[in-house]
């Protein structure tokens, strides 16, 4: 918007401007340098730490395209969140634009995330007349490193991981050109100047090869697991249809079977074997270059043996590095151009997490020889360093909108937009999918994917994120927020960091800062209901929660209803061991001594015991449980390999069943509250069809769901429902509750921009405690 009182159309005027959002590292400032020169105007644009700041002069209508355009045309990863304007008295002589030198100080803009290598960028990189040739590190202002190689604001090459790089005569007359595609492309290097790649034995000693790419390739068709260094880490590599590789990879890493990721060369490669409508393909063609969940077609698992044992979906993604490129590249025989990516590719690759089990990303070249001894056969590593350490992104589409399961590379940590101002908030999340939170005004970052806080590696990697965030974002909290639970470490941290810095700490229920989340990324003002389904977390009353009605205002809550709970037999463990939850759902109908001869497992008799004598058996109301005692009633899984394992597998059969309708005493609504599904687990204990009783659940599941949420909907007067917790993952159950309500007349929300499992906890919490020390004010 102009200043109050513009001049007329003739006079030459100056604006001061001020742009937010997403503008450092995005080749802005020579994108503001073109459309100034080529409108004649005057002036200068700099980077600062609050964004982009320009002076520009000349004709009204010229500053008013010019404005206009700044936001419509922006860069590909731009994203202009607002432009201020001043007015300033206007110089005598002013012919030239120029981009002047950045200048530090407060921070008040945001970190770009990494993007994948652009087309422009792959022509060069196939074109054998270009320098760049099959050069790994090949990039522009469009596509490259950002949030991975930040060390400080502004972004500028001295407070990156390529600051230790002089630049070539060539890439430096590239840098220094306004209109150069890699003007203050902060990581631009060639292989005269920039990283190299090396190849080393699994001993870490380097290997004299010719050709690195080659040979990595070579290792791969050989049936070897490569360690190949990344973006935001290492990747542990395989040939996907060698089914001895993935074999030997999964043993190594102890993960019986945790389904792997596979990375093919495009969406053609893939054609027979995953379903990807266009929705799909557009989150996977994206600059942020997620993994994919995608429906398996028949015979996926003959030609990946071993990658997704069992489930109805295979994790996919495209090649966003020029390294990973070029493996394909290699393999299809170097053809030149680009023609060849639309073309069906042999080589699909098994690429998962290079870490021991549980442990964070390794980053470093010497931490991978060491950590990654034995579970790699060769390494291929580079001498630039990862800053940040930030693990691939894992997205399903639902009706053309992204649903985040890991949030990390590709969208950390772009801010998301509050419904009001308020203190900056430091929120440490959960101990399972862990995430952080920084607010800064109305603006809130959330970091990139953590992992679970149960070993001392992962605990160092959160703390060391806060670092670095507080760092780059120059944000100093005022206020601390954690979980209730106060046997987290992330609450533990969150309490010593508040006294050592004397500030106050606010526990947030886990329940409530799922469906806040919710509430703060729809900017949901005022009083909503919530519907909170996930495997555990610790209620106000002590108690273990996990499938709760919520009436949520601004700073607190209501428990409003929760699912009738059953016991936990061993406790924790029976999270681990569905038998034991479909043990207690025969206990609860009074079948108990049914126990032992369904299950024979050793405990069986000993699980009989704990749940006549109530010893060892705490109650929980979680939804998780829930599904895992339908899985173990149904004979579907008895002991889970991995989290939410029993689930996966119970929606798995369900969507081969097709639609079915639900059973219709299959719950009881009581007057207290509680929605009571043990009929449902009644007639599932007596059902000799897996996937018939799959469907079933799901639909009888959604449908006292839905109708539990309208009755309190009609109680309270309140139309809008917002839907968290790691439950609403599963896209049968997501859909129907949705679906279900909407007809109803009510409105619906769901994460969107962060995943509705304890990965979006941080942001409700952070919310939460800005409402909370508000209203104490």
Partial sequence: MLPVGSPSVAEVVRY??????????VGFRPFAYRLATELGLGGWVRNDGRGVDMEVQGPLPDLERLMRDLRLKAPPLARVEGIEVREMAPRPACPNFLIEQSRTGMVRTGVSPDAAVCDACLEELFDPADRRYRYPFINCTHCGPRYTIIGALPYDRPNTAMAGFGLCPECRREYGEPLDRRFHAEPVACPTCGPQLTLHDGEGLALAVPDVLAAALGLIRAGQVLAVKGLGGFHLVCDARQGEAVARLRAAKIRAEKPFAVMAANRASLAPWVRCDDQAALLLESTARPIVLLPREPGGDDQFPGVAPGLAWLGVMLPYTPLHYLLFHEAAGRPRGTAWLRQPQDLVLVCTSGNPRGEPLVTDNDEAFRRLHGLADAYVVHDRDILVRCDDSVLQSNRGAPVFIRRARGYAPAPIKLPARGPSVLALGGTLKNTICLTRGDEAFVSQHLGDLDNVAARTALEETVAHLLKVLDIRPERVAHDLHPDFHSSRFALAFAAAHGLPAVAVQHHHAHIAAVMAEHALRGSCLGLALDGVGLGSDGTPWGGELLRVEEGGFQRLGHLRPLALPGGDRAAREPWRMAASALHALGRGSEIIHRFPHEGAEVVARMLERGINAPFTSSAGRLFDAAAGLLGVKDRANFEGQAAMLLEGLALCRGGTPPLGDGYVLGENGIL?????????????DPDLGAAIFHATLA???????????????????????GCFLNGILRTAVREGLERMGIEVYEARRLPPNDGGLSLGQAWVAQAVLLQKE
Avoid: S
């Avoid at 001061?16 to 590292?25: C, E, F, I, K």
């Avoid at 009571?676 to 000799?688: F, R, S």
């Avoid at 449908?703 to 917790?725: D, F, H, P, S």
């Fill in 16 to 25: 001061r401007l001020r742009v937010r959002g997403q503008v450092q590292g």
């Fill in 676 to 688: 009571d599904l043990l009929p449902l687990l009644d007639h599932l204990a007596d059902l000799g």
């Fill in 703 to 725: 449908g006292g769901l839905v109708e539990w949420a309208v009755q309190a909907c009609a109680r309270t007067g309140i139309g809008r429902v917002a839907l968290g917790g």
